[in-house]
């Protein structure tokens, strides 16, 4: 009797080799070429028209970067251009290039038009709500000592600078304004404790009446309308 071999289905004789799933930690221990992504996130700071977070810069990578490295890559990318004439900041909504304020006078002749120029009572209204905030419109009427207008507060909401973060628990439930990260970064700051002193501003103030024109907000916060 002669010996029958039988022949399996090939779908059965094939040999099928599974692939262990990666583990999330050793995919974390992929290295990052601080190269490339240095130059990736250069790119993207060069070329956006707002302030980048961390949140969104790690999105640019193609391995996972803790918050740490990337601000040491950050203030690696920042020291390359300190001898130049824009620089890496970080304000409050996250990190970007400016020119360096020594360079605003030769830009200012490509745009020869005045920035704009806020009256003593909007500086004054907009530094009341920055140093004790969240007030109403009739806190900041009490410490100036006089009525403030509708007009002055709608010139700080339209900037950018102040906004209506609730109402107060009282009678009438009167709005309660405070300032926006949007003045921060127009001021090149990453927080409110930086701003100058109440009684710097006071005194910016004093000199504002002396002169004929007010006080002009530093170069970053006075784009035209």
């Given at each position: 009797m002669s010996a029958?071999?039988?022949q399996l289905p090939q779908s059965e004789a094939?040999?099928?080799?599974?692939?262990p799933p990666v583990d999330a930690d050793e995919q974390a221990l992929e290295p990052v070429d601080t190269t490339q992504f240095k130059r990736v996130v250069e790119t993207a700071l060069l070329t956006s028209s707002e302030p980048l977070s961390l949140a969104e810069l790690k999105k640019l990578g193609d391995a996972p970067l803790d918050n740490r490295q990337l601000e040491a890559l950050l203030d690696e990318l920042a020291r390359d251009w300190q001898e130049r004439g824009v620089e890496l900041t970080r304000v409050a909504s996250g990190w970007r290039f400016r020119a360096k304020p020594e360079m605003q006078r030769y830009l200012d002749r490509l745009n020869p038009q005045k920035p704009p120029r806020y009256s003593r009572a909007v500086l004054e209204t907009l530094a009341i709500i920055a140093y004790h905030q969240p007030v109403t419109r009739g806190d900041i009427e009490e410490i100036r000592g006089v009525a403030v207008s509708s007009q002055i507060l709608k010139t700080l909401e339209t900037r950018g600078w102040v906004e209506v973060i609730g109402t107060r628990d009282t009678p009438g439930k009167p709005e309660l304004f405070a300032t926006t990260s949007q003045l921060l970064d127009d001021l090149n700051l990453r927080a409110l404790q930086e701003l100058p002193s109440l009684d710097?501003?006071?005194v910016l103030l004093e000199q504002e009446s002396t002169e004929p024109e007010a006080p002009q907000i530093p170069a970053a916060a006075t784009t035209a309308e």
């Open positions: 029958q071999t039988e094939s040999v099928i080799v599974l692939t710097e501003i006071g």
